[in-house]
């Protein structure tokens, strides 16, 4: 059995090979059994996650996953992960932290829908979000289009720079800045990827015009928001799957209130990866809530099988 840490993980896994086995993943999704993942709620907005995955070889995965939003201030990560994987015969062959990996995949699947949706000339990228999972959003975008500059914008200017800081020693030939007016920031790039806890809408539909794509991968819960609705509204909404989100996508669910309905996603990203999606003149919206058989591909990755 192979026990990794995040720092194994990390560097046994390459963008290319990451991004090459996910599009092959969506595009087999029915030869997977998904089941609903259990979600607890503890005290002070902690939920603990458990997500199970088999492959139709017969490999089976669990992730466990702790969301502690009051680790801000413990100076510990939001999100903490554990990973296990079983072979067909039933024998543990990987046992790993998850953390990165969780990371890894969640901006792999978002830098592989903006591919696909962003407009050929788009250049221009910004990160909303401080926590751990920014850096690894520029990094996963920037291999997948070559950006020309990437802004970063956080609640807290102080983090914004950390992050802007990081995502620089990762991506140094792309400028990185920080930017303290998000509208403006917004109005003035191509592609915006939001990765935040926030349950309140932070992106505004008044925002966005037809040459924006827009991917929120936060929130994973009915309670939680990244976009407004007038953002659902006026948007081309792509979904990763298009029967989770009905329970675990807050922003679509919200938008229902002001008369959108779950039969005007456009497409979901097996689809898109088809070729089966045209893009109009509106905004496109990503919307992804983070499925297990992301993260038992990359497992899979990591044993070699």
């Known amino acids: 059995m192979r026990i990794l840490s995040n720092e194994d993980v990390r560097a046994s896994l390459t963008w290319d090979a990451v991004l090459t086995a996910l599009s092959d993943a969506f595009l087999n999704k029915d030869e997977y059994l998904i089941p609903d993942r259990v979600v607890l709620s503890a005290s002070n907005d902690r939920s603990l996650l458990t997500m199970p995955c088999l492959s139709s070889e017969g490999y089976f995965g669990v992730k466990q996953v702790s969301v502690s939003p009051e680790n801000v201030?413990?100076?510990l990560p939001i999100v903490q992960a554990w990973y296990t994987l079983m072979d067909p015969n039933g024998a543990t062959i990987l046992s790993a932290e998850a953390d990165f990996?969780?990371?890894i995949r969640t901006a792999a699947v978002s830098a592989l829908a903006a591919s696909y949706l962003a407009h050929t000339g788009a250049s221009t990228l910004l990160v909303i979000g401080t926590g751990a999972l920014a850096p690894w959003m520029a990094e996963a975008h920037a291999h997948s289009r070559k950006y020309t500059k990437i802004s970063i914008w956080g609640r807290d200017g102080e983090k914004a720079e950390r992050t802007a800081t990081e995502v620089r020693s990762r991506l140094p030939n792309v400028l990185?800045?920080?930017t303290a007016n998000l509208e403006q920031a917004i109005r003035s790039v191509s592609v915006v990827s939001c990765a935040t806890s926030s349950k309140d809408p932070i992106i505004r539909g008044a925002w966005l015009?037809?040459?924006?794509h827009v991917d929120i991968v936060g929130s994973f819960t009915s309670t939680m928001r990244e976009v407004d609705t007038d953002a659902v509204l006026g948007s081309d909404v792509v979904v990763d799957d298009r029967q989770t989100v009905k329970t675990e996508a807050g922003d679509l669910i919200s938008a229902q209130s002001?008369?959108?309905k779950f039969t005007q996603i456009r497409s979901d990203l097996a689809e898109v990866?088809?070729?089966n999606f045209i893009r109009g003149r509106r905004p496109t919206l990503f919307k992804s809530v983070g499925l297990a058989i992301e993260d038992l591909v990359l497992a899979?990755?990591?044993v070699g099988s």
């Open 258 to 260: 002001k008369g959108w």
């Open 209 to 212: 015009d037809p040459i924006h």
């Open 273 to 275: 990866i088809r070729g």
């Open 300 to 302: 899979r990755l990591l």
């Open 73 to 75: 201030g413990r100076g």
């Open 101 to 103: 990996l969780t990371c």
């Open 176 to 178: 990185v800045n920080t």
